[in-house]
């Protein structure tokens, strides 16, 4: 069974950092793509960054782009996500999210999530 | 970027009776290797993440009951609830998977009238 596992999240200052992680087992890790998708309370989901399953290839939303860094460590089985100079509207919970096909990018495994909160 | 738009916000819909939701892309999610158009639904009730439904339109992932159903080309889809169940109360998101950045509809939140 796919499990993804974020952890992480809580609550950062306006310009602060956090490091999220994701724990991934149950499946091969280290040949699938993998993304994180955001949801600010409320409102709808937003695709903020992937990466490949070596870590050659990474993209990044035009809201995050020079802010977070995306990372893996395959030996690990852990996806990350850095997060640099948050800003209010970075408040949301983070998903960890894994494609049903190794580099498609329709998501067929989602974590639960873990609740980053961008407040004064 | 494409733009996916859903319709309508939320709905209301008798026990047993059928939903349907709509999402257009502002331009052409079909891709040419397969003539499939990268085109995929969500579902997502509270407190929950996100399941995937369907995929290239109209594929049903592995357990979703046959109930759900998707349709759609050129840059117009619908989601089709047939025989709505209470456990389908939930916030129906498309998504396209043709290009980056990835982009979701607003959702569109179904209830039982």
């Known amino acids: 069974e796919v499990q993804l596992v974020e952890s992480g999240g809580g609550l950062a200052q306006p310009g602060g950092s956090l490091r999220l992680s994701c724990a991934a087992s149950?499946?091969?890790?280290?040949?699938?793509?993998m993304h994180w998708v955001r949801q600010a309370p409320g409102k709808g989901l937003i695709w903020v960054a992937r990466?490949?399953?070596?870590?050659?290839?990474?993209t990044y939303a035009d809201s995050v782009k020079g802010r977070f860094t995306i990372s893996r460590d395959n030996a690990k089985n852990t996806l990350y996500l850095q997060m640099n100079r948050l800003r209010a509207e970075d408040t949301a919970v983070y998903y960890c999210?894994?494609?049903?096909?190794?580099?498609?990018?329709?998501?067929?495994?989602w974590g639960q999530g873990t609740l980053v909160s961008v407040s004064s | 970027d494409i733009v996916m738009t859903q319709s309508p916000d939320s709905l209301a819909v008798s026990l047993g009776e059928r939903a349907t939701i709509n999402c257009k892309s502002s331009?052409?999610?079909?891709?040419?290797?397969?003539?499939?158009?990268?085109l995929a639904w969500y579902q997502q009730k509270p407190g929950q993440p996100p399941k995937l439904l369907i995929y290239?339109?109209?594929t049903r992932e592995s357990g979703v009951p046959d109930r759900f159903s998707g349709s759609g080309s050129g840059t117009d889809f619908t989601l089709t609830i047939t025989n709505l169940q209470a456990e389908d109360v939930a916030v129906y998101y498309c998504?396209?998977?043709?290009?980056?950045?990835?982009?979701f509809g607003g959702g569109t939140k179904v209830e039982i009238k």
């Open positions: 999210v894994r494609p049903m096909l190794p580099a498609w990018n329709w998501f067929g495994s």
């Open positions: 149950g499946f091969t890790y280290r040949d699938y793509w």
């Open positions: 990466i490949s399953h070596d870590g050659s290839s990474i």
């Open positions: 331009q052409s999610v079909l891709y040419s290797s397969n003539d499939r158009n990268c």
């Open positions: 290239w339109t109209s």
């Open positions: 998504q396209q998977y043709y290009t980056t950045p990835l982009t």
